[in-house]
């Protein structure tokens, strides 16, 4: 029902930006949830950010507070994560994710390709 391609990965110093986006394509819905994660070699997926499309409300993981930013575009049909003051410990891979509903935690079904984004200390 929804195709999500990432994009915007790559490599950038410490304190440095990046911004992922994530097109998504197909169906879309009144209530969706839209959010990012990522998964660090020998670590377990991590939440990083979600936004409601329909209300606009934001969450993020404490690690990500202050220096990462989701949003989307008017149209609804794309979202980003800018990230800020990146530190080594942001590197991972990132996944755009998508579920339906209300609730931002729960079983996301579709999922990007993944964006490698690597922070040189």
């Known amino acids: 029902q929804v195709q999500l391609t990432e994009s915007g990965g790559g490599l950038v110093q410490t304190g440095g930006s990046l911004r992922l986006s994530c097109a998504a394509s197909?169906?879309?819905?009144?209530?969706?949830?839209m959010g990012w994660f990522r998964q660090a070699p020998g670590k377990e997926r991590e939440f990083v950010a979600a936004?409601?499309?329909?209300?606009?409300?934001?969450y993020y993981a404490d690690s990500v507070k202050g220096r990462f930013t989701i949003s989307r575009d008017n149209a609804k049909t794309t979202v980003y994560l800018q990230m800020n003051s990146l530190k080594p410990e942001d590197t991972a891979v990132y996944y755009c994710?998508?579920?339906?509903?209300?609730?931002?935690?729960?079983?996301?079904?579709?999922w990007g390709q993944g964006t490698q984004v690597t922070v040189s200390s």
């Open positions: 994710a998508a579920k339906g509903g209300v609730l931002v935690y729960g079983n996301y079904e579709y």
């Open positions: 197909g169906r879309t819905f009144s209530d969706y949830i």
């Open positions: 936004i409601n499309w329909s209300g606009g409300n934001t």
